[in-house]
T-cell receptor, first 114, second 114 residues
Framework: GAGVSQSPSNKVTEKGKDVELRCDPISGHTALYWYRQSLGQGLEFLIYFQGNSAPDKSGLPSDRFSAERTGGSVSTLTIQRTQQEDSAVYLC????????????FGPGTRLTVL | KQEVTQIPAALSVPEGENLVLNCSFTDSAIYNLQWFRQDPGKGLTSLLLIQSSQREQTSGRLNASLDKSSGRSTLYIAASQPGDSATYLCAVRRGSGNTGKLIFGQGTTLQVKP
């Protein structure tokens, strides 16, 4: 079956613009995570969705970041008024087990803010 | 606060050598530990998942061990090959809570020379 997919693979934007990043999890996986990988910071958790429960947003770095997950499947991460420090690779992961066992990662979206 | 450290940051070995990558974590109350591989410009590929009750997991030429009490895990790669060249990341999941978010180390970049 298909793995986790993300789009776009690369995104270049100007400072101050809004961007949307998309994640399609593995079919049947109820848990979905967003992580950010940036130079010097490593991989950091951003947000977690599980079914219809309220998401865990504890990793979002500022209120310019938001995410939603429609119909318990596709998720969109939105960054408003992008800043240069938002440049990073944004990775999405999903897992079957609601308690978050083995996580399967997508290829990521490389975001560059000029 | 859980912190994950990987040593060394980079490693270069000749083909055929056996090698060990190290991962340490500060809080022993983990749910599980996962080793990933990341190729340049790619997402993460899960290699091995060790539950907190387990001591080791094996897959092919890979063996991962876990010593929860001392806060350590090792990834052993036997008979290394140039195709093993990649960055290896370890990540721990906290013992409490249901979000399953992972805390990552900074990774070890491995180069296997032909």
């Amino acid at each position: 079956g298909a793995g986790v997919s993300q789009s776009p693979s690369n995104k270049v934007t100007e400072k101050g613009k809004d961007v949307e990043l998309r994640c399609d999890p593995i079919s049947g996986h109820t848990a979905l995570y967003w992580y950010r990988q940036s130079l010097g910071q490593g991989l950091e958790f951003l947000i977690y969705f599980q079914g219809n429960s309220a998401p865990d947003k504890s990793g979002l770095p500022s209120d310019r970041f938001s995410a939603e997950r429609t119909g318990g499947s596709v998720s969109t991460l939105t960054i408003q008024r992008t800043q240069q420090e938002d440049s990073a690779v944004y990775l999405c992961a999903s897992c079957r087990d609601p308690k978050g066992n083995e996580q399967f990662f997508g290829p990521g979206t490389r975001l560059t803010v000029l | 606060k859980q912190e994950v450290t990987q040593i060394p940051a980079a490693l270069s070995v000749p083909e055929g050598e056996n090698l060990v990558l190290n991962c340490s974590f500060t809080d022993s109350a983990i749910y599980n530990l996962q080793w990933f591989r990341q190729d340049p410009g790619k997402g993460l590929t899960s290699l091995l998942l060790i539950q907190s009750s387990q001591r080791e997991q094996t897959s092919g030429r890979l063996n991962a061990s876990l010593d929860k009490s001392s806060g350590r895990s090792t990834l052993y790669i036997a008979a290394s090959q140039p195709g093993d060249s990649a960055t290896y990341l370890c990540a721990v999941r906290r013992g409490s809570g249901n979000t399953g978010k992972l805390i990552f180390g900074q990774g070890t970049t491995l180069q296997v020379k032909p």
